[in-house]
């Protein structure tokens, strides 16, 4: 009998990249670009039709507004700024969900914004305020044993540990900065067997080869990675075989 790990599958999409509606297929939940680092009306409206026809878990993927960077780039802004942009994106995204007869049931950060509010308490207490105002039912989706599942769990939100199968990691918690070479695992062997170490023995080992303990409710492949469709069709097989 195939084991069932209790696991989410998810992927950030609607980013202009990838194969979104093949990854679809694959993954629970899915993060939709909402304008900020990338998207826009119609991009949103494509992915939540293809995502609510699949039965995929529809959230929001909302950024520091910095398209020029993908939203990539540290930004030290004000906290009603930050509150605005974040609101700003949510509701888009929750606008087109009403106009096609979905809900949008999650919140997951993307980029400088998800990584700054993983480690500053008091940012994360700015986006989960957002992400609060905009629906006290969203599920908060952050970095496991960061400052942002801590924020949401003071607020008394429904929240999902998340760990990275094609991220490596650094020995506090936190994932290596993209500036580095090695921070992206592009062998799909290799990030499907730190997807099964984190599954099935809730650990990481992180780039000093030291052993990290993390919780995973939740687990993200990203869609605009060269080989994303192939790891993503590799995780569920090995999702659904258990």
Same mark, same amino acid.
């Given at each position: 009998?195939?084991? =069932? ?6 992927? =950030? ?24 680092? #990338?998207? =826009? ?9 293809? #995502? ?15 398209? @020029? ?11 009603? +700024? ?6 700003? @994106?949510?509701? #888009? ?18 980029? %400088? ?17 957002? +992400?609060?105002? %905009?629906?006290?039912? !969203? ?25 990275? %199968? ?18 992206? +695992? ?5 990030? !499907? ?14 780039? =000093? ?19 994303? !469709? ?13």
């Amino acid at each position: 009998m195939a084991k =069932d790990w209790g696991i989410d599958l998810n992927a =950030d999409l609607g980013e202009g990249c990838g194969d979104d509606e093949a990854i679809l297929a694959c993954v629970s939940s899915a993060n939709i670009a909402c304008g900020g680092h #990338a998207g =826009d009306a119609d991009s949103m409206r494509t992915a939540v039709r293809a #995502a609510h026809k699949l039965g995929v878990k529809i959230g929001a993927h909302p950024s520091f507004e910095d398209r @020029q960077n993908f939203g990539r780039s540290e930004m030290q802004l004000p906290a009603e +700024i930050v509150y605005a942009q974040v609101s700003a @994106q949510i509701r #888009a995204l929750q606008a087109i969900c009403a106009e096609e007869g979905a809900v949008c049931v999650h919140v997951k950060p993307h980029g %400088a914004l998800y990584n700054q509010a993983a480690r500053d308490l008091a940012l994360a207490r700015v986006v989960v305020s957002a +992400i609060r105002a %905009a629906g006290e039912h !969203l599920c908060v989706v952050g970095l496991a044993g960061s400052a942002l599942i801590a924020a949401a769990r003071e607020a008394g939100m429904p929240f999902a540990q998340e760990a990275f %199968a094609d991220r490596r990691y650094n020995p506090d918690g936190s994932l290596m900065s993209r500036q580095l070479a090695a921070a992206v +695992i592009t062998d799909n062997a290799q990030a !499907l067997a730190q997807a099964k170490q984190m599954v099935e023995h809730h650990s990481v080992t992180a780039h =000093d080869g030291s052993s990290l303990t993390l919780a995973v409710d939740t687990l993200c492949l990203h869609g605009d990675g060269a080989h994303a !469709l192939a790891l993503a069709r590799q995780l569920r097989d090995w999702l659904d075989a258990g």
